[in-house]
């Protein structure tokens, strides 16, 4: 599913994104919503556990 540009912290609308493609629309102004997905998945899962305490 392919989505109009959101001006995200990615690209800020440009398509560039930290001198290189922004993973959001790799340049072609819009982005499709599975990428975007797992884009998200990645990050979440690349997140530090909290350590629970032992109570």
Do not use: H
């Not at 560039?16 to 990050?43: H, I, N, P, S």
């Amino acid at each position: 599913m392919k989505t109009e540009c959101i001006i995200c912290s990615g690209c800020k609308g440009t398509g560039v994104a930290r001198k290189k493609t922004c993973v959001m629309c790799e340049g072609l102004g819009f982005w499709e919503q599975l990428a975007y997905d797992r884009e998200l998945d990645r990050f979440w899962k690349n997140l530090e556990p909290v350590e629970q305490p032992n109570w």
